[in-house]
DNA sequence: GATGAATGAGATTTCATTCAT
DNA sequence: AATGAATGAAATCTCATTCAT
C-alpha cells in the first residue's frame, strides 16, 4: 500500500476509496472553505454515495481534519529531508526559500488552507505546522548560524528574531499575498520570477544583515 | 496600539440601525468568513430583525460588499495620507512598514478579510485595494527611489522587482503569517516585537540592496 | 387568546400555528412513539413547512417536550380540581378513579405517552407526573383518611402503603393493561364496563379493607 | 429476587452467533424500542458485522418477532406449570401474584417490551400473550372458584368480570406503574416491597368480595 | 422602518439493507 | 458463516430570503 512518493509527495494514483475521498474533500475545501463545501459533491467527486463518506469520516469535520492531517503529513515529510546537512548558512536560506516554494506551488492546497487557518486564530493546524517547522530543526539552524556568524563578526548585531522573522516573511509571507503582488507590480513570467526569488532572497537578507 | 477610532475612518458612533447591521457584519464575516457567516447571528448581534437586513441591503453578498467596501475605504484614508514626499528611501521604507503595521492592526477585520479574499483568485477585494495601494504612489516611489538609487552606485544590481516584492512580503507578509510566528519563535511581547520591526525591516533590507 | 376549557381540557379549536403543530405533533407521537415519529408528517398535518417547526421549537425533542408539557399541564388542571373536598374516604376513592378514567379516556395521547415513559427509568415525565399527583393533596388524604379509619377501627390494620399502591393499580394500572384484560376476558361493551368500574374498584378496596 | 438462569427459559451460555444476536438484540429493543433500536448496535453489541444479522434473521422487523417469541416462550414457560389444582382461592390468588411478579421481574426485559406493546393497539404480542395466559388456566380457575364461592354465600354477588380485572389490575398492573408509585410513595426497600405485596394483594382482594 | 412568521431549497446525517469476497 | 464496503431512501435540521402586518 505504501508507494513511492512522487515528487509532490501527493499520492494521487491510489484509488482505494478512502483515498479518493480525501482527494476530493482537498479540492472542494480548497475550492470554497470549509462551510462552502459540499459533502455531496465531493462524494459524486470521488464517485461514492454520500453516506460512504459518514462511513469512513464520521462527519464532515472529521473529513476536514483528515484532510489537514494529509497536508501536515506531506509538509513533515517534504521539511524533514531537507533538514541542516547544509554547509553554510547561505545554503541553508536557500533550501528554506526552495522548500517553501515547492510547499507553496507543488501541493495544490496548502496555500488556500493554510490562508484560512491563518484567520482562525485557535487553529490546531497552524499548532501542528508550527511544531513540525520547529522539529524540523530549520529554525534553530538558522538561529546557530546567525549566532556564530556574528561571534566571527561575519554579521551585524541584528536582533535575531527580527531578522529570522523577516526571512521567513519574504519566503513564505510572499506566497501568501502573492495576488496582491501580482495585481501591484505586474508579473508576466510568474515561474521564472518565483525560480528568480531562490536566490534573490537568501541574497538580499545575507547582504542585508552581513558586516560590511 | 489602541488607537482613537475617529482616526481609522470607522464611524463607530453612528448608532443608526444600518450602521449597526454593517459593524455586527464585519464581525461576523471577520470571524466566519462569507459561507460561515449566518444573517440570523448578525441581525440578534444588531438587536435587529432579520428581515431588517434585507430592506436595508439586498442580500447577504450584498452586505459583504458593504463590509468590504468600509474595510478599503478605511485602508484608502489610511495610505493616502502618507504619500511619498519623503526625503530618501529610507523614509519611505520606514513609512510603508508604519501603514502597513496600522493597516493590519488597527482595523480589527481588515486581516482576516485580507487573508479570505486571498484565497480567492478573482478577488474584488484585492483588485480594489491592489488599486489603492498603487494610486498611494508608494510602490513607483520606492521603485524610482531604488532606480536612481542604483543609477549613482548606492544601490547594487538587484532585480528591482524582487526587491519591491521582497520587501512587501517583509512588511504586510508577516502579518499575515505572524500567528505562525508567533508559534514558531515565541514572542513574549508582541506589540513591543511590532514596534521594533518598523526600525528592523527597513535596516535589513537597505544594507541588503546597498552596495558595499 | 385563553380560551374557555372543553370538557376534555384540550383545546382544539386554537389554531394558532403552534398549537396546530403541538396537535399534529402529539398525534403523531402517540401513533409511532419518538423515534418512530416524523417531523414532516408532523408538519403536513399541521399544514406548515419543516421549518416552522424549527422555527417554533428547536428540535424534534424540544417539540416532544411540549407535547409532553400539554399532557402534563392537562393532567394537572384535571387533578386539581377533584381535590379532596370529598366528604369521606368512599366519595375520594370515587373521585380518583373518576379522574383516572377521564385523564385516560378523554384525553387521546395520555396512555400511550404513559405508557412509553413507564419504559424509560428516567423519564422527566414521570417525575413530573408524580410530583403532579402529590400536589394534587390526593394520595395524602386517602392515608389520613384510611389512618383515622384504623384508628376508629372501622378499617382494619393494613399496611397502608400496600393499600394505596393496590388501589392505584386497580384504578390506573388497569387502564395501562387493558388491551390485555380486553383480549383475556371479552369485553363486549367497553364503555359500559368503564362506567361499571366507577362503582365497583371503590367498592371492592373499601370492603377489602374494612373491619368485619 | 436474583434467580437461577436456567429457570427463566432463557439459554444464556449458549454462544451460538444467533443467540448472542438474540440476546443484544433483546437488550437493544428493551432499551429504545423497536423504532429506536440500532441494528448497527446490536450488531457490535454481539460482536459480529451487521450483515450477519441480515444472515440469519431477513431483517429487523424478523429479529424483533424473535426476540418477542422468545420473551413469550418465556413466559409460557413461567406460566405453564402452575396450573391451578391449587386448593382454594386464596391459594390460586397467591399462586398468581407470585407467578406475575417472577414473569415481571426475572427476566429483564418483559416489562417493558409489554409496556410498548401495550400502546400498540393491534400487538401479536399482547394476543398471544393473553392466549398463553388463558390456556394457563388460571383465569377460569378464578372464576370458577369466584362463581362457586358466591352460590354458597362465602363471596358476595359482585360483578365477576370488574373483580378479575380488578385483581389482575392488583397483580399485573401493579409493576407497569411501579416507576410512577415508587415515585409517589417512596418506596426504600423495593424488594421487601414487592414481597410483602404476595401476601397483601390476596388479603385486600379476598376481603373485599367475601360475605361478611 | 420594523417585525414575527413563513418558506423552498438544500445541507448534514442516519439507517436498514445488500453486495462482493 | 462472516466481513467491510456500499447504497437508496429518508431523516433531522439549516439558511437565505420573503410576506403580511
Do not use: C, W
Not at 505504501?2 to 515528487?7: A, P
Not at 511544531?131 to 554579521?155: D, F
Amino acid at each position: 500500500m505504501k508507494r513511492i512518493e512522487t515528487d509532490t509527495g501527493l499520492n494521487t494514483s491510489d484509488d482505494s476509496t478512502r483515498e479518493r475521498i480525501v482527494k476530493s474533500a482537498r479540492e472542494e475545501f480548497v475550492a470554497h472553505g470549509f462551510t462552502g463545501s459540499r459533502v455531496e459533491r465531493i462524494a459524486k467527486q470521488a464517485g461514492v454515495n454520500k453516506a460512504m463518506i459518514y462511513y469512513h469520516f464520521k462527519s464532515k469535520e472529521n473529513l476536514y481534519h483528515a484532510v489537514v492531517e494529509e497536508t501536515l503529513s506531506h509538509s513533515f515529510e517534504r521539511l524533514h529531508r531537507r533538514v541542516s546537512d547544509t554547509a553554510n548558512l547561505e545554503d541553508a536560506l536557500r533550501e528554506i526559500v526552495t522548500t517553501h516554494t515547492e510547499l507553496m506551488t507543488g501541493f495544490e492546497g496548502f496555500r488556500p488552507i493554510m490562508l484560512r487557518e491563518l484567520a482562525n486564530p485557535s487553529s490546531e493546524f497552524l499548532d501542528r505546522l508550527a511544531a513540525i517547522i520547529v522539529n524540523s530543526g530549520l529554525p534553530a539552524t538558522i538561529r546557530r548560524r546567525i549566532e556564530s556568524g556574528i561571534k566571527v563578526r561575519a554579521i551585524r548585531q541584528v536582533d535575531i528574531r527580527q531578522a529570522v522573522t523577516a526571512f521567513m516573511a519574504m519566503s513564505i509571507g510572499y506566497f501568501l499575498m502573492a495576488p496582491l503582488s501580482e495585481r501591484i507590480f505586474q508579473v508576466s513570467d510568474p515561474d521564472k520570477f518565483t525560480e528568480d526569488r531562490k536566490k534573490a532572497v537568501p541574497d538580499i537578507f545575507l547582504n542585508g544583515i552581513r558586516t560590511r
